[in-house]
């Protein structure tokens, strides 16, 4: 609701920028897309790495 009220405030200041934002938005969106599923990926190979690391000390510490 924040952003909205912000892009509201933008088109009464300077109408062609928000007109510019509220197109180039969904664009840049796509553009970010893959950054962010690489984040994702590489986040779950470091949970995976960091699990395994510390399953000999869960392992001594269920006996």
């Given at each position: 609701?924040?952003?909205?009220?912000?892009?509201?405030?933008?088109?009464?200041?300077?109408?062609?920028?928000?007109?510019?934002?509220?197109?180039?938005?969904?664009?840049?969106?796509?553009?970010?897309?893959?950054?962010?599923?690489?984040?994702?990926?590489?986040?779950?190979?470091?949970?995976l790495?960091?699990?395994?690391?510390?399953?000999?000390?869960?392992?001594?510490?269920?006996?």
């Amino acid at each position: 609701m924040v952003k909205f009220l912000l892009w509201c405030l933008l088109f009464v200041l300077c109408w062609p920028l928000a007109l510019l934002a509220l197109v180039l938005y969904p664009l840049v969106w796509l553009f970010l897309l893959p950054f962010r599923i690489v984040g994702i990926a590489v986040g779950g190979a470091l949970e995976l790495v960091a699990a395994i690391i510390f399953l000999p000390a869960r392992l001594l510490r269920a006996l």
